[in-house]
Every structure is written in C-alpha cells, then in structure tokens.
C-alpha cells in the first residue's frame, strides 16, 4: 500500500511517497501501525533524544545531497518520534531544548522547529543564529521559519 503527500518546506512544495507495509526495527517508519505504537513506547527518553540526533545528522545528509525522499522519510520517522516525546508525562520534548548548542547544524534547526511551542524565545534565538552562519540551506530553511513567524503564517507547532 502506497501514500502520497505533499508538505510545504521552507517555503517550497515537497512530495513524499511512503510504503506503509515496511516496518523498521524501531517501528518509527510505520505510519497508523499498532506494533509501531507498543514499540516506541518502550524505548527511553534518552533513547528517543539519541535516536532525533541521529535521524536528524541522516536529514541533514540528505540536504546535502538533494536526497528528497530519503529527507522525507526520515522526517516521517522524526515526526512520530516528537509525537511519543510529546506524548510522555510533562512533555519530554524539553529534552531537545540541550540540543540547540549541538555541533550539527541539523540537529539544531530540528530541535528548534521540535521545541518552538514550549520555548519560543530559544527557538527564535536558534534560528536567528543559523541564519548569522549562511550555512545553506539550512540557513535559508531558518530565514524562511523567522519570516514566516514575523508574518504570522508559520506552521511550526503552538502547542505548548
């Protein structure tokens, strides 16, 4: 079975295709899967935080290589990660907030767009300093965050 979406990034209009009959390991691929579920929900908040940096250095590879649709997949994976850090008594995505100094620059904008609802300040302030280094593209993803938060049309999540 095959999905097809569609997501605005930065800015531009990106396509994704999923296979939701492959599972990975730590059942972060499945999209609407119950194994996916009962897995995640086993793994440590120290686990999933290492698991977001190493999916994020994977993101921040594929950027570079104008790999969409591994980028693509992988944010699927990120996504569900975030949801279950979320999910966790007193929303755990707080631990992201020590990865804002992280020396990927990847890793710092996902923790950004991850942590905005709880510490938009912070997350401004991330941004703002990618932007300062011109390490493209992640500093043109940060640029476009910080216009469209100062246009009021930022789709980056308010739910603290």
Same mark, same amino acid.
Not at 10 to 25: C, F, H, I, P, T
Not at 47 to 67: N, Y
Not at 134 to 155: D, N, R, V
């Given at each position: 079975?095959?999905?097809?979406?569609?997501?605005?990034?930065?800015?531009?209009?990106?396509?994704?295709?999923?296979?939701?009959?492959?599972?990975?390991?730590?059942?972060?691929?499945?999209?609407?899967?119950?194994?996916?579920?009962?897995?995640?929900?086993?793994?440590?908040?120290?686990?999933? &935080?290492?698991?977001? !940096?190493?999916? +994020?250095?994977?993101?921040?590879? $594929?950027?570079?290589?104008?790999? *969409?649709?591994?980028?693509?997949?992988?944010?699927?994976?990120?996504?569900?990660?975030?949801?279950?850090?979320?999910?966790?008594?007193?929303?755990?995505?707080?631990?992201?907030?020590?990865?804002?100094?992280?020396?990927?620059?990847?890793?710092?904008?996902?923790?950004?767009?991850?942590?905005?609802?709880?510490?938009?300040?912070?997350?401004?302030? &991330?941004?703002?300093? !990618?932007?300062? +280094?011109?390490?493209?593209?992640? $500093?043109?993803?940060?640029?476009? *965050?910080?216009?469209?938060?100062?246009?009021?049309?930022?789709?980056?999540?308010?739910?603290?």
């Amino acid at each position: 079975m095959r999905r097809s979406s569609s997501f605005a990034h930065s800015g531009r209009m990106v396509y994704r295709v999923a296979n939701l009959e492959n599972l990975s390991q730590d059942g972060l691929d499945a999209t609407g899967a119950q194994t996916m579920k009962a897995t995640i929900s086993k793994i440590t908040d120290d686990e999933l &935080v290492a698991r977001f !940096i190493e999916i +994020s250095i994977a993101q921040g590879e $594929a950027s570079e290589t104008f790999e *969409t649709t591994k980028f693509n997949r992988l944010f699927d994976r990120k996504q569900k990660l975030l949801g279950e850090l979320r999910a966790r008594q007193g929303d755990q995505r707080r631990l992201l907030f020590a990865l804002y100094d992280h020396p990927n620059m990847q890793v710092r904008l996902n923790a950004a767009y991850a942590t905005y609802a709880l510490d938009p300040a912070g997350a401004t302030a &991330v941004f703002e300093a !990618i932007v300062a +280094s011109k390490h493209f593209p992640w $500093a043109g993803s940060a640029g476009m *965050t910080l216009a469209m938060l100062e246009m009021g049309i930022s789709q980056l999540p308010n739910d603290p």
